[in-house]
């Protein structure tokens, strides 16, 4: 990690420095420098320009294991490389290299065999991304939709014992287009989607999960393959596929049933009809993980003061072809994400020009500045946490970090500022820096939200998100560089560049810890259901267990004992591997329960009875 800032152009920024340093006054000359660039160089067409070349089709929606984003990758060095920042990745580059699971492959053998009947893998047989991989046989139990909903009175599984089975279950949920339907009518509960559908077969005992599209509304479907990009490998400790309404008719034949007749049996009174069958099913999956290699781009420009760091932060990288992350699921067109967050890309290069031209002209700041370009943020802010974990810069230095994500749809001057309770000073200063600016701001206090800020707010880094709302087009193929406000991108580049110029022209800011809300999560759809247990996962890819980066004060969580560093290994009798199951266990159980946790600390195993609350 020392090589990479500390590169071969150390010598030339020393020489800098020393410069700079004899220069009485520096902050009134680069303030001065600084409002004369910018009066000179009214360029809003130039950042959007930024916004335009990223957004293009050619880079493939930016999604991670896309040759697109290798190029966008390529691009941004170049460009900072022209502005003649410093490298400040690995091996004297502008690049932090880091390897993902970007999805799955499907391999062989892959196939299902009923009554004597071999289907390989295609048209009537598809292994879910999640599936394990091997070979099972069993006897097969339909569970109609294989949904347990507390919640809405109904239990598919109550009654049957599916130990040691597979479990046949319809897609979607009871009623699904009707209005009237105790799941909420015409919109999917989570009870609906396949991954619950798998934890909750293996926590009733099930080895393996069929899938088959209900006929009622989804006869003839063509069945989906498994996802080839995107977070949905993660396994879910089964063997699952999907299978065509003739395959899963062959197990029903022998007792004279079929799919649409159990179907309708369900919905006319939402109630289940599960039923052993006098079948046993041998599946075979084969899945192979795929990997590729992702890249942070990361430029910097040295300070007067070398042990003092500010880092810019924005996202490039976006959904590639659409994967689970998508809001227009169906559609393969890239996502070019204009918005997400080419915008919040552009507006860093544009203050990294600025800071670049000052520095240039031998006004260096205080700071060293560090611009990064995070990769794999859609994936779980998997770039911004590799660089936290292995920062290429003394990660103490690091005094304060300023996040944009999605600053590209200004409307009615609303500028929407989080983190603003993560360090003491700062509501005093964007006060400040927006009375030239005028925003009209809504602020936040929390340092946790879905986005690049919370990877340093978890190392304890007071951290500020700027961030113009949400839209509908967000993520999907829609978000598209011509419905960028140009001036107001620019105008929030040009209030990050002054927040960040008071924030280098005075002492260290004070961190503090923030009072949590969840404005954040709801705008982006992350909103909870159910009962609230106060974690912070951390959302690094990890299996065998959720890590904590922290608890929430005052929270259930930490009233329990649970603590950051923690490993959730069991929640309340279900089995932890991955952040899934964690969402899936904290789905079925209700606010005032109490739970056992498990978790790994130190190496050991250890429980905790915790009280869930309500989600604040
Ligand atoms: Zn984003
Ligand atoms: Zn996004």
Redesign the pocket.
């Known amino acids: 990690m020392r090589r990479g800032l500390a590169g071969g152009a150390v010598g030339l920024a020393v020489l800098l420095l020393a410069g700079a340093a004899r220069t009485p006054a520096p902050h009134r000359d680069r303030s001065q420098f600084l409002s004369e660039y910018e009066r000179a160089h009214p360029d809003s067409a130039a950042w959007l320009g930024f916004v335009r070349t990223l957004a293009d089709p050619r880079f493939e929606g930016r999604g991670p294991g896309t040759a697109g984003i290798d190029s966008a990758a390529a691009w941004l060095a170049r460009e900072m490389n022209h502005m003649k920042l410093l490298p400040g990745g690995e091996e004297g580059g502008y690049f932090q290299a880091m390897e993902v699971t970007t999805g799955v492959e499907v391999g062989t053998p892959c196939a299902v065999e009923v009554r004597g009947k071999r289907t390989e893998v295609g048209d009537s047989f598809q292994p879910l991304g999640f599936s394990t991989n091997g070979t099972l046989r069993a006897p097969i139990v339909f569970a109609g939709y294989g949904i347990t909903a507390p919640g809405y009175d109904y239990d598919d599984y109550a009654g049957i014992d599916v130990h040691d089975q597979l479990v046949l279950v319809m897609t979607n949920e009871p009623g699904e287009m009707d209005s009237l339907s105790r799941f909420d009518g015409s919109v999917n509960t989570p009870h609906a989607e396949l991954r619950t559908k798998a934890i909750n077969a293996r926590e009733h005992g099930a080895l393996g999960l069929l899938v088959v599209n209900g006929p009622r509304y989804h006869a003839g479907e063509p069945l989906a393959k498994p996802r080839t990009e995107g977070s949905g490998y993660m396994s879910s400790g089964l063997i699952a596929a999907r299978i065509s309404e003739a395959i899963a008719g062959r197990m029903l034949e022998r007792l004279g049933l079929t799919l649409a007749g159990l179907q309708s049996t369900i919905d006319a009174h939402t109630r289940p009809h599960s039923v052993a069958l006098p079948e046993s099913v041998t599946i075979t999956v084969t899945l192979r993980r795929t990997r590729a290699t992702i890249k942070n781009v990361i430029g910097w420009i040295p300070g007067v003061d070398s042990t003092r760091t500010l880092v810019i932060g924005a996202h490039y990288d976006?959904?590639g072809f659409g994967n689970e992350?998508s809001l227009a699921p169906d559609s393969h067109l890239p996502h070019l994400?204009a918005d997400?967050?080419a915008s919040g890309v552009a507006a860093m290069l544009g203050v990294a020009h600025e800071q670049a031209a000052a520095w240039r002209a031998g006004l260096p700041p205080q700071h060293n500045w560090v611009f990064c370009a995070f990769t794999g943020?859609?994936m779980g802010l998997v770039g911004s946490s590799h660089f936290v974990y292995q920062p290429t810069r003394p990660l103490e230095s690091v005094e304060a970090m300023l996040n944009m994500d999605m600053v590209g749809r200004l409307r009615d001057n609303k500028l929407l500022v989080m983190g603003v309770g993560t360090a003491s000073e700062f509501p005093g200063l964007i006060e400040r820096a927006n009375r030239p600016a005028g925003f009209a701001i809504k602020t936040s206090t929390d340092g946790f939200g879905p986005s690049d800020h919370s990877s340093f707010y978890r190392r304890k880094i007071p951290v500020l998100m700027l961030f113009t709302g949400a839209h509908a087009d967000?993520?999907k193929p829609s978000d598209t560089w011509d419905k960028i406000n140009e001036t107001g991108l620019f105008r929030v580049g040009r209030f990050a560049g002054a927040l960040l110029d008071s924030l280098d022209a005075r002492p260290r800011v004070t961190y503090q810890q923030a009072q949590g809300d969840s404005t954040m999560g709801r705008i982006a759809g992350g909103g909870g259901y159910g009962a609230y247990l106060g974690t912070i996962p951390d959302y690094l890819q990890t299996e065998g267990g959720v890590l904590l980066s922290g608890v929430r004060a005052g929270g259930p969580a930490e009233r329990a004992g649970l603590k950051g560093g923690d490993v959730i290994v069991k929640f309340d009798g279900v089995r932890i591997d991955n952040i899934y199951d964690y969402t899936f266990a904290l789905r079925s159980r209700k606010p005032g329960q109490q739970v056992r946790i498990t978790v790994k600390r130190a190496g050991a195993e250890q429980d905790f009875l915790a009280t869930l609350g309500r989600r604040p």
Do not use: K, S, T
Request: proline fraction near 0%; avoid cysteine.
């Open positions: 976006h959904l992350g994400g997400d967050n943020e859609e967000y993520h």
